[in-house]
Every structure is written in C-alpha cells, then in structure tokens.
C-alpha cells in the first residue's frame, strides 16, 4: 500500500509538472503569435542583448518585491497573498510586448524559486504566473495597438478585468483542485477556510467569487495605478542602462 501511494503521490506530481510546462509554452506560443501578426509594426526594434538585459533586469525586480508577498484576510483565505512584482513585468511588457512581459513573469517565478523555493507545492508559484500573465498579456496587447496614456489605461482595466475572471475560473477548475490533491487536503477544508472569513461562501466556485475576483480587482489596481506614474521615466532608464550594460547605439525611446 505504502509503494502504491509513492507511485500514486509521484504520478500526481509528474502530472502536475507536465500541466505547468504546458500551459507555460501555450502562454509563450500565443504571446509571440499575436506579436507577430498583430503586433509586428507597433513594438519597437530591440537587440536580441538589449532585449534579455531588460527582462533579467525587471525580471530579478519582480523577484524580490514578489518575495514581500502578503495576504490580504479580510478578503481571502491566507494562502492566497498580495505583492507588488507585476508592476516591472507590466512596465517590461509595455516596452517590450506581450512576449517580453512573459519572459519577466518566467524569469521571476524561476528566481524566486531557487531564492525562496515554493510552500504550496508549487500550486502557488503556478497560479502566480498564469494568473500574472492574464493580466499582462491582454493589457500589452491592447497597449501596443496604440500607445497613447488613454490607451494605456484601457489596456490596464482590460487586462484587470481578464485576470479576475480568468484568475476566478482557473482558480475553480484546476488550482484549487490541484493545491487539495497535492498537500492531501478535503476541498471541503479549504472552502471552509473562506467561510470563516465570509459566509457567502460555501462551494469552490463561491471561493473563486467571492475571494478570487476581489483579490485581483484589488491587485489590478495596485499595479495599474503605480505603472501609470512609474512607466515613462522607467522605460527610459532602463534603455540607458541597457545600453550601457550592452555598449550599444542608442534606440529609439517608446511613446507612452
């Protein structure tokens, strides 16, 4: 019984990685597709040195301000934490595309995993970058359609408004599931944890309403409005210290 609950524990986690690497490359795969068929003529030329300068840069940023993570629990159970890392990935992604806020999601994950390593069984490092880049993404896209400060905040509330929904949904089909089955722990514990907190909740999906929507309308807002005001006189150092790092002749700087 004890060989057959290794191999059952060890399957579920091989499954687990598999799943992660995929929706990984589907992430990648789709931002780099709608780059170059919708995106091409709008993202401005970058060096292939310059690019990765940029990305290890805000990627390691992200890393140490998602390590200062926090819960939030008057909203949501205590697993479910705060931080501020999107706020360089979304300044990447605005210079760089959506492709290049993928990377600085990736990077960062990945850092803070060897730095800090994961205690949700890497259900949460999972969650915090697919849900990160449902926010990204759809906000680099629409940025780059037209790159005017108007434009910058639609492309903010968009992507706020796909990662709630898209954050509640996951949250519900897979991530809750998946955090139950790997730590060995009754989904009906884990809702129970939301309804100490607030009663309307009694299912998976009343946790996904009623915690995980307001947690990323709360965590939207805590990156659009620091991204606003920090955007523009970032993306300039970061060209100038990029170009310095690389020795490479200066670009064109991106309109906000």
């Given at each position: 019984m004890k060989l057959g609950a290794l191999f059952q524990t060890v399957g579920e986690n091989l499954q687990f990685v598999l799943i992660c690497a995929a929706v990984i490359a589907a992430i990648v795969l789709i931002s780099e597709l709608v780059e170059k068929k919708w995106l091409k003529d709008s993202i401005a030329s970058v060096g292939s040195t310059k690019?990765?300068?940029?990305?290890?840069?805000?990627?390691?940023?992200?890393?140490l301000l998602h390590i200062f993570d926090f819960p939030v629990a008057f909203l949501a159970p205590s697993f479910y934490k705060l931080d501020f890392s999107e706020i360089p990935v979304m300044i990447g992604a605005f210079l760089l595309g959506p492709v290049g806020g993928v990377i600085i999601e990736l990077v960062k994950i990945l850092l803070k995993l060897?730095?800090?390593?994961?205690?949700?069984?890497?259900?949460g490092d999972l969650a915090n970058f697919v849900v990160g880049c449902s926010f990204v993404v759809p906000a680099a896209i629409v940025y780059h359609r037209h790159k005017t400060k108007k434009t910058a905040k639609l492309a903010l509330l968009t992507g706020t408004i796909i990662m709630s929904v898209f954050g509640s949904a996951f949250n519900a089909i897979y991530l809750i599931p998946a955090f139950a089955s790997l730590y060995g722990m009754p989904i009906e514990a884990i809702v129970g944890m939301g309804s100490?907190?607030?009663?309307?909740?009694?299912?998976?999906?009343?946790?996904?309403?009623f915690a995980v929507v307001p947690l990323n309308l709360v965590k939207g807002v805590m990156?659009?409005?620091?991204?606003?005001?920090?955007?523009?006189?970032?993306?300039k150092v970061l060209h100038n210290t990029a170009q310095e790092s690389c020795g490479v002749n200066k670009k064109r700087q991106p309109q906000t």
């Open positions: 690019y990765i300068t940029i990305c290890a840069m805000l990627g390691a940023l992200a890393m060897v730095v800090k390593g994961t205690s949700t069984a890497f259900v100490a907190i607030n009663p309307a909740i009694t299912s998976v999906w009343t946790l996904a309403l990156i659009s409005v620091p991204t606003m005001l920090l955007y523009k006189r970032i993306s």
